[in-house]
């Protein structure tokens, strides 16, 4: 069946460095989507990419859907404090969405 | 507008014991999601539903049930609690197609903290 694969699994970061997530899945995907969680939170939803090679921004979050439609990147620049959190992908193919296993942030003031 | 409303948000049950797990939302949504989420894991779907009366298995449905009387509320049972069981559940909706394919993405709920012991 459908996999989504992310990594790193943790990353620690000095404020103020850049951070980036990989989202990779063993086929093609409709779309993928990206939530980010903060430590004792729920998901909440950030973003939706559906076409390919698709470079969608929110202020210093970039996000990327592979030519192929089976890769995904979250790129933050310069992070802060509260960027603290896991963030998840989340792939979609033929009705079904699985999500990835997250990348935990943390960010050292 | 509260969204996705969880109760209750912690709970401790023995094993063999049963509960209900209550959502409801007032987005009018009629797509609505449970997931379980272990420590260090993804979202895993226990059971979808479309709309009103209409519910399906997700990935990990066994030792669950689910009910959808109303656009509002999707409940979600566990019968014979195991410590398997034991997880944080969460449940969610969303406005478009029933895995969120329009956009908007899903909407959580605050969650619940289930332990079997």
């Known amino acids: 069946g459908q996999q989504v694969m992310q990594i790193p699994q943790y990353q620690h970061v000095q404020e103020g460095e850049d951070f980036t997530t990989y989202c990779n899945s063993s086929?093609?995907?409709?779309?993928i989507q990206w939530y980010k969680q903060r430590p004792g939170g729920h998901p909440v939803f950030l973003i939706q990419?559906?076409?390919?090679?698709e470079v969608k921004k929110q202020k210093r979050l970039t996000f990327q859907f592979g030519e192929a439609k089976k890769n995904s990147s979250l790129h933050i620049t310069a992070t802060q404090t509260t960027d603290v959190g896991t963030y998840f992908c989340?792939?979609?193919?033929?009705?079904?969405?699985?999500f990835g296993a997250g990348t935990r942030l943390t960010v050292k003031p | 507008n509260a969204g996705v409303t969880q109760t209750p948000k912690f709970r401790i049950l023995k094993i063999g014991q049963s509960m209900t797990l209550q959502c409801t939302q007032d987005?009018?949504?009629?797509?609505m999601y449970w997931y379980r989420q272990d420590p260090g894991m993804g979202l895993k779907l226990i059971y979808y539903?479309?709309?009103?009366?209409?519910?399906d298995k997700g990935e990990v449905p066994n030792g669950y049930n689910v009910s959808r009387s109303t656009t509002e509320d999707f409940p979600l049972r566990l019968e014979l609690a195991a410590p398997s069981q034991t997880s944080v559940y969460f449940c969610?909706?969303?406005?478009?197609?029933?895995?969120?394919?329009?956009?908007?993405?899903?909407?959580f709920g605050s969650g619940t903290r289930l332990t079997v012991v």
């Open positions: 989340a792939g979609e193919r033929n009705n079904d969405m699985r």
């Open positions: 086929t093609t995907l409709s779309n």
């Open positions: 539903s479309v709309g009103a009366g209409i519910t």
């Open positions: 969610a909706s969303s406005y478009s197609a029933h895995r969120a394919t329009g956009g908007g993405g899903y909407t």
């Open positions: 987005m009018n949504h009629n797509y």
């Open positions: 990419l559906v076409k390919s090679g």
